[in-house]
């Protein structure tokens, strides 16, 4: 625990791109034997990469890994688990068909020798995995199909299994998230078991308090590059928040020029009262209006994207009603968002954005069409048009507006989306996350584009977990904390005002 | 050059263009036409004719992959089309032929289609509101259908003696074959709903990422339903030129095995199993290339015992010679070969 302690893993200036994107940038991380050590960052900062990499699910492009002094170069996760890195990720991976000790031993069985008959040696392997489970502290019938088991206990046999194999080094990708209170102690018992008997572990969390429980030391990535290294107790909850968020200030204008349309007395353009969900969102108003950026901050999970997605009807609300400049609608579904006037920019570009295998011109077209309807067909001369317009207008860069928007880097391709939301000439548009994983330059032209937005009067919701960025852009900040609105902030607000409502409750 | 090979078209037209080709070297009458009895006569108007059913279902077939699902009920919704047009024809052998049929020929026709169209419909809600995998889904239809049209006709052939209903599978309109009027009818609709409208676009919108078509506000669902709705109705079209052409309705045999068939035909003709990529064109190519493949084991005089492994084989190595991989593979051979 001490800095006295021996380095087990050292991992120095370790690099990694992406197509378009740099997911590590000269990277350092070293693990100390019997220390449990945190890795923070903002979601994209490289935490996933850099584990992908000490893990050999992706070779790094640079850098060197050394574990117990050696030069490794692990090709494969089951590679790196033999030289003793072995890792838990968020969910629990037993297979739910077999039992529990199947599940321990699974890969490496006891055979019976070949006079009784070969095969694997079933007691043996109850044995074993009996003697693994008591050896951690771990009360739990090892016959019992994994299945059947609760995610706690599941999550414990998980991190037993990883062990197994004499870990040195045991990394656990919030091994927390889907865990309550009681189930969170016992996992920490038993980390704090494994680190008392030397083996260097590896904690990632996106939940404060949990790193300031068991953690010693932390290593803080941001945007691919490496912060710094700190001990907990040097750091408090607003520092490591500041250090995750950054806040080298970009030297651009700020939004000041923007003025806000909206006349008072003027009800809202979006509203919505008393909406949840049940396990994502604690009932909560919000009002936008028009002319309006209203941010959003709050650290990931704190209800961020839940609320954007409720209020756009992607998910089903279990509470809470949904105004459109005061009245009451029958929101349900995406298409009814977009039939009011409603324009969503997804977190998650890959996955609910784009669609890759069309044509910018397609993709562009897609909402607008489908606000038309189907039998008004836009027709491929007007498509055409308005994609021609859209990627001049936003200074889309690409080979030309017939290439599959999959080609694009990923700023451009979040540019077409938000050209695809801008050609239906949305009343409110939801912004969410629009600025991650592009570069500094796209981000600025981005920003631009939504103050402009604004100044036509469409109101807009934008989410970003760099507070910079919210702070810069928003007319009223709207933080978030644990699924509840932890408060509003005024325009002009410090980012030290911000970084305050965010820690909150946890210690400082 | 490299425009032409890398039209999606191309190795679909290739592969039918091959076949056509080696069956005129082992029968040098394959590829001749001639006007007899007032009609298109030969080889290759049987081969039209004849792919017309499959033609059909595997139009249908292509807009359900297109949006990532898959329908394998089709041949037993043949067979219920099938038996409800029998049916509801019916009639009674007269030796002058001028049987009447029991209900109006419109009406038999119409609640056919009515309920291959609900088998459709069927389809479409189990895949859609109760979230089934499509497999699944069409699977329980695939042997429950074919248990409803044995329970319709009573485990029986129904035999049809009304001789209007036969010009379906066995007519001619200006000297070409009724079904295959139907087959080109059904294939110009559904280019100029893709076409003129944003069907397409939303197809493959759906098929290539649901859920980003979900976010871009497309109703997602109600067109997957429709699609499914649709498949099932052309099966229905499929199942009453079938039972036109054999005069009857056989609820065991009607349509067996044709869902594969038709995943086949879409297959060859370049529509993607992931979805989002499809041509309505490719699958009446691919519905052409298997019906050649089979008038071609005919006509070179196969013996029976050994047809299916013949076809088999063909198939193998029709998709072989369409497959990119295997293609780069024995470029890659032939040139290290020579090197």
Known sequence: MADGAPIVLEARDITRAFPGVQALGGVDLVLRAGEVHALMGQNGAGKSTLIKVLTGVHAPDGGTIKLLGRGIAPHSPVHAQELGISAVHQESHLLPNLSVAENICAGRYPRRPWTRGGGIDWTETHRRARELLAGLGIDLDVTQLAGGLPAALQQLATVARAVATDARVLILDEPTSSLDTDEVQALFALIRRL????????????????????????????????????????????????????RELVHAAKGTEHAVGAEPGTPAVLAA?????????????????????????????????????????????????????????????????????????????????????????????????????????????????????????????????????????????????????????????????????????????????????????????????????????SDRIMVLRDRCKAGELPRGAEEDAVFSMIAGGSRA | MTRVTQHALFWPATTLALLLVVSAIFNPAFLSIAWRDGHLYGNLVDILNR????????????????????????????????????????????????????????????????????????????????????????????????????????????????????????????????????????????????????????IRAIGGNPEAARVAGIRAASITLCVYTFCGLAAGVAGLIISSNVKSADANNAGQLLELDAILAVTLGGTALTGGRFTLAGTVIGALIIQTLTSMIYSLGVPPEVNLVVKAALVFAVMLLQSAEFRGLVLRVARSARA
């Not at chain 1, 680190?195 to 260097?200: F, I, K, P």
């Not at chain 1, 010693?216 to 928040?241: H, P, Q, S």
């Not at chain 2, 898959?70 to 089309?81: C, E, K, P, R, T």
């Open chain 1, 195 to 246: 680190r008392d008997q030397g083996v260097a572990i590896l904690f990632v969390t996106h939940f404060l308090d949990q790193v300031y429980e068991i953690c010693d030391r932390m290593t803080v990535l941001r945007n691919g590059k490496f912060v710094g290294e700190y001990a907990c107790a040097k750091l408090d909850a607003r520092g490591l928040i500041a250090a995750m968020v950054g």
């Open chain 1, 273 to 473: 009262r008393n909406i949840s969900r049940r396990g994502q969102l604690k009932p909560m108003d919000i009002e936008l209006h028009g002319g309006e950026i209203l941010g959003l901050a709050g650290l990931l999970g704190s209800g961020r994207t839940e609320l954007a997605r409720l209020l756009f009807a992607l998910d089903t609300r279990d509470s809470g009603d949904i105004l459109v400049d005061g009245k009451h609608t029958d929101l349900d579904k995406p298409a009814d968002a977009l039939g009011l006037g409603l324009g969503f920019c997804p977190e998650d570009r890959k996955h609910s954005g784009i669609v890759a295998d069309l044509s910018v011109r397609e993709n562009i077209a897609l909402a607008l069409q489908a606000r038309m309807g189907l039998r008004k067909f836009l027709g491929l001369a007007e498509q055409r048009a308005l994609a021609e317009k859209m990627v001049a207008a936003l200074g889309i860069k690409t080979a030309s507006i017939e290439t599959p928007i999959g080609q694009l880097s990923g700023g451009n391709q979040q540019k077409a989306i938000i050209a695809r939301w801008l050609a239906t000439q949305p009343r409110v548009l939801i912004l969410d996350e629009p600025t991650r994983g592009i570069d500094i330059a796209a981000k600025q032209e981005l920003m631009n584009e939504i103050l402009e937005l604004a100044n036509g009067g469409t109101a807009v919701l934008f989410i970003s977990a760099e507070i910079e960025e919210v702070v810069r852009v």
């Open chain 2, 51 to 202: 792919a017309a059913p499959l033609m059909v279902v595997s139009l249908g077939m292509t807009l359900v992959i297109a949006v990532r699902g898959l329908d394998i009920s089709v041949g037993a919704v043949v067979a219920i089309a099938a038996a409800v047009a029998a049916l509801m024809i019916g009639g009674s052998f007269s030796a002058s032929g001028n049987a009447a049929s029991e209900h109006p020929l419109w009406m038999a026709l119409g609640t056919a289609l009515a309920a291959a169209a609900a088998c459709g419909l069927w389809n479409g809600l189990l895949v859609v509101k109760a979230g089934m995998q499509p497999i699944v889904a069409t699977l329980i239809l695939m042997v429950a259908g074919r248990g409803i049209a044995q329970l319709l006709t009573g485990g029986q052939i129904i035999t049809v003696y009304y001789p209007p209903f036969f010009t379906l599978g066995n007519g001619y309109l200006l000297g070409v074959p009724v079904a295959l009027w139907i087959a080109v009818a059904l294939w110009g609709v559904l280019h100029l709903a893709l076409a003129r409208t944003a069907l397409g676009l939303f």
